[in-house]
T-cell receptor, first 113, second 117 residues
Framework: DGGITQSPKYLFRKEGQNVTLSCEQN?????MYWYRQDPGQGLRLIYY???????QKGDIAEGYSVSREKKESFPLTVTSAQKNPTAFYLC????????????FGDGTRLSIL | EDKVVQSPLSLVVHEGDTVTLNCSYE??????LLWYKQEKKAPTFLFML????IEKKSGRLSSILDKKELSSILNITATQTGDSAIYLC?????????????????FGQGTILTVHP
């Protein structure tokens, strides 16, 4: 079955530590996205990528970094510069054409130790 | 700055009731409006509404887009406990070159629906 796989489901970060969240898709989608979800604030876009080796900042990119070396993979690194990383992180993908909805993975919940 | 506002933020009903969820938006380049249902984890896609498709229906769920009022409603009739979830509204304001769309979505805060038996 095609889908989006995020790992791990739960992640704990120590102060000053960088952590990387994995997102893999086998839907053959060109576009991939990372969102952050906080209670009462909906989803906010961190980074997005339409094609391999290209990505753009979203609305809240500070303290995060991404790479897109393969079509199937779009890992997100939460750096120590992100002072409030505790949140639910969702990865999504879509075909980059009008009329194509985004499909989401099951998310990673990141907490501070 | 693009903005999407949902109301109410939370709603508690009993099985069999009908509910209406609201979504209003202010965006610079409207392409489409999407509704998602989120239970525990991944939001699942419900509807996409565009200028050429302003009304959608699937079973007990239906949605209408009012481009004049810059808003949309999601109706759920004969609610069931399985309808309990967060309902998210998002607007696609494009962002790609040459007519393509990066699907740059702006989400509302979500409406938490609780259906009691």
């Amino acid at each position: 079955d095609g889908g989006i796989t995020q790992s791990p489901k739960y992640l704990f970060r120590k102060e000053g530590q960088n952590v990387t969240l994995s997102c893999e898709q086998n839907l053959n989608h060109d576009a991939m996205y990372w969102y952050r979800q906080d209670p009462g604030q909906g989803l906010r876009l961190i980074y997005y990528s339409q094609i391999v080796n290209d990505f753009q900042k979203g609305d809240i990119a500070e303290g995060y970094s991404v790479s897109r070396e393969k079509k199937e993979s779009f890992p997100l690194t939460v750096t120590s510069a992100q002072k409030n990383p505790t949140a639910f992180y969702l990865c999504a993908s879509s075909k980059p054409r009008q009329g194509q909805p985004q499909h989401f993975g099951d998310g990673t919940r990141l907490s501070i130790l | 700055e693009d903005k999407v506002v949902q109301s109410p933020l939370s709603l508690v009903v009993h099985e069999g009731d009908t509910v209406t969820l609201n979504c209003s938006y202010e965006v610079t380049n409207f392409r489409s409006l999407l509704w998602y249902k989120q239970e525990k984890k991944a939001p699942t896609f419900l509807f996409m509404l565009t200028s050429s498709g302003i009304e959608k229906k699937s079973g007990r769920l239906s949605s209408i887009l009012d481009k004049k009022e810059l808003s949309s409603i999601l109706n759920i009739t004969a609610t069931q406990t399985g309808d309990s979830a967060i309902y998210l509204c998002a607007v696609d304001s494009g962002g790609g070159a040459g007519g393509t769309s990066y699907g740059k979505l702006t989400f509302g805060q979500g409406t938490i629906l609780t259906v009691h038996p």
